[in-house]
């Protein structure tokens, strides 16, 4: 199966994610027309930009009238309002998806407005979960980026807790597969629950650690702008993350709390334990184990 099964795509939300996948469409797949749905200055400047062929900011039935694709770059509480709208309107031979950063919510959501996807399945739009492992600290149309994706994981999710999924020979979802590779992303199938673990310690804790951090040391600033006048690249580079907006963070923390909450417990207890070994050589060990981690995510 092809990528060509999916010729028309909507995208509800031409921010960094939604407006980065519409250049990546625009640069892999030129036959593909891009239907933008957005605020109406965000979709017109995404037009004038030729990010995408076709625009709308009101109704959603427009928008979605001819989609073979429906690709939700919204944020979570946005995108949970919607989806009975979206299963309303869809097309019947349409894929749903998403790339929100939480999956079990938007899953179970879905699961009450759209069939089970199978290879088997003659009728009725489907929904795939997704979740692009990728960003930028960054937000918004100005930071789309052609390449986002490029060698990038992107979790596409499976049934239940596996990491696997009888879904994937279905025709629209083999053909949105297709797409992914072709844009450079890495698809990789895994269950919601599984997934929200994993995003959650390797992804939303540091957001919030890098939160924690640079808003201690903005408290300790003095009128020289000291301890910041001596700080060097290295500071720059920890607090990256900081630089995320909470209207991005706002929904992911809230539909992980219960995962994030016990992570900060460890992550707490984790810190009270360096404390307490400051004069120790036993630090030693946490360096080895913290730079096996860094080589780790350097080969990824």
């Known amino acids: ?61 427009a928008a979605l009238a001819d989609a073979d694709l429906v690709y939700i770059a919204l944020p979570i509480g946005v ?66 980026d052609a390449e986002l994706f490029r060698e990038h994981s992107y979790a596409l999710i499976a049934e239940g807790d596996a990491i696997a999924s009888p879904t994937a020979s279905e025709p629209r979802i083999a053909a949105f597969v297709k797409i992914l590779e072709r844009i450079g992303a890495q698809p990789l199938w895994i269950g919601a629950q599984r997934h929200d673990y994993a995003v959650g310690l ?46 991005t963070w706002r929904d992911i923390v809230l539909t992980n709390k219960e995962l994030l909450s016990v992570s900060l417990d460890l992550f707490a207890r984790r810190l009270d334990d360096l404390r307490e070994r400051l004069a120790s050589r ?4 946490d360096f080895d184990s913290a730079n096996e981690l860094y080589k780790l995510l350097k080969g990824i």
């Open 79 to 144: 995108t949970l309002g919607l989806l009975p709208e979206i299963a309303s309107h869809a097309p019947a031979t349409a894929l749903i998806t998403d790339a929100c950063s939480t999956k079990l919510r938007i899953t179970e959501e879905a699961a009450q407005h759209f069939p089970v996807a199978s290879p088997k399945t003659t009728s009725g739009a489907i929904f795939l979960g997704g979740h692009p492992m990728a960003g930028k600290e960054l937000s918004g149309l100005a930071a789309a």
């Open 282 to 285: 036993d630090l030693e060990t």
């Open 202 to 247: 390797a992804s939303h804790l540091p957001q919030l650690a890098a939160v924690a951090l640079a808003a201690f040391l903005y408290d300790r600033l003095d009128e020289n702008g000291l301890p910041i006048t001596l700080a060097g690249p290295g500071l720059r580079d920890t607090l990256r993350l900081a630089g995320s907006p909470y209207s």
């Open 1 to 61: 199966m092809t990528a060509h099964l999916i010729r028309r795509v909507t995208i509800l939300g031409t921010g960094l994610i939604g407006g980065s996948f519409a250049l990546a469409l625009r640069k892999n797949l030129t036959d593909i027309h891009i239907h933008g749905w957005d605020r109406a200055p965000v979709v017109q400047e995404a037009f004038g930009r030729r990010m995408i062929d076709q625009f709308s900011s009101g109704s959603l039935q």
